[in-house]
């Protein structure tokens, strides 16, 4: 007996082993990408447009960093991104959060019709959507304003926070509603006092997910806002191509800044984000 259970704990360790190295390998493939940006962003000119391939810098240099920082162009779009990323989050939690809310804790009339055209939303890409929103804005005058992107991404994120937060909704306890009447709570009051930090890992989860569509995008913020100042990091990563070459050590380190808060948001949020979107997947 004892000899079977040594058996099959040495095979359920080789099996952790295989699934860790499969991991491993998986998380290298992924990574590469990164660390080849992040590399390629400290080599110099001549190592960066030599014929030998180099996996990590020879030539160690700050250079394309400093560049990027120190140009008023780069901090334009810097500010342009935050902006924009900002307005389009505050915008899709006013009024995806308490959408939500109402399809979570009411019965709406046709509220199913109402989250299939939320899901056929999602399915639609960008570029659908860009001439009628051309044509809109054109006519309220928001081309070339950080209002118009805004609002385009916001309108893409809002049926996203609604799918994602109604489940968090439904799961609270209608208890918890009648002990804030109790109280003297009014509605108001009761959602921001009760719900808003019983579903707070959802709210996080949204928080950032709406902040990342804003700061990566690109179809809206090029298409609106006409002028070059306005635009945001996204759409000006093309400056460094020129006639006479492309600077890449210079790209990859404006590309390193582009995906910075990207990675710093997951890294010290991943718990949450995971647990956001799992839990609001299934419950119901």
Not at 17 to 34: D, E, G, N, Q, R
Not at 68 to 97: W, Y
Not at 218 to 238: G, H
Request: charged share 15%; aromatic share 14%; with cysteine.
């Amino acid at each position: 007996m004892a000899k079977r259970e040594k058996m099959l704990a040495t095979k359920s360790g080789r099996k952790n082993l295989a699934y860790c190295m499969i991991a491993v390998l998986v998380a290298i493939i992924f990574l590469f990408p990164i660390y080849w940006i992040l590399a390629m962003s400290f080599k110099s000119d001549a190592e960066s447009f030599g014929k030998i391939v180099t996996y990590y810098p020879h030539e160690f240099t700050i250079d394309p960093w400093v560049k990027n920082l120190s140009d008023r162009e780069f901090l334009t779009s810097l500010k342009n991104s935050v902006l924009i990323a900002v307005m389009s989050m505050t915008l899709s939690m006013v009024f995806g959060v308490p959408a939500a809310y109402g399809m979570g804790r009411y019965r709406v009339p046709g509220q199913k019709a109402f989250m299939l055209t939320f899901l056929v939303t999602q399915m639609l890409p960008a570029s659908l959507m860009l001439t009628p929103m051309y044509l809109i804005f054109n006519k309220l005058h928001l081309l070339g304003t950080y209002q118009g992107p805004a609002l385009a991404i916001a309108s893409g994120t809002v049926p996203f926070i609604v799918v994602t937060l109604r489940p968090y909704f439904k799961s609270v306890p209608t208890s918890l509603d009648d002990a804030a009447r109790i109280d003297g709570c009014g509605v108001f009051r009761s959602f921001f006092k009760i719900m808003i930090p019983a579903i707070k890992t959802g709210i996080i989860t949204v928080v950032v997910i709406s902040f990342l569509n804003g700061w990566n995008d690109l179809a809206y913020s090029m298409t609106f806002n006409v002028t070059p100042e306005m635009r945001p990091l996204t759409a000006n990563i093309y400056k460094f191509k020129s006639k006479y070459g492309t600077k890449w050590n210079c790209i990859m380190a404006y590309g390193a800044i582009l995906v910075l808060p990207v990675i710093l948001l997951f890294v010290f949020l991943q718990k949450y984000i995971v647990g956001g979107l799992t839990a609001g997947a299934v419950k119901e």
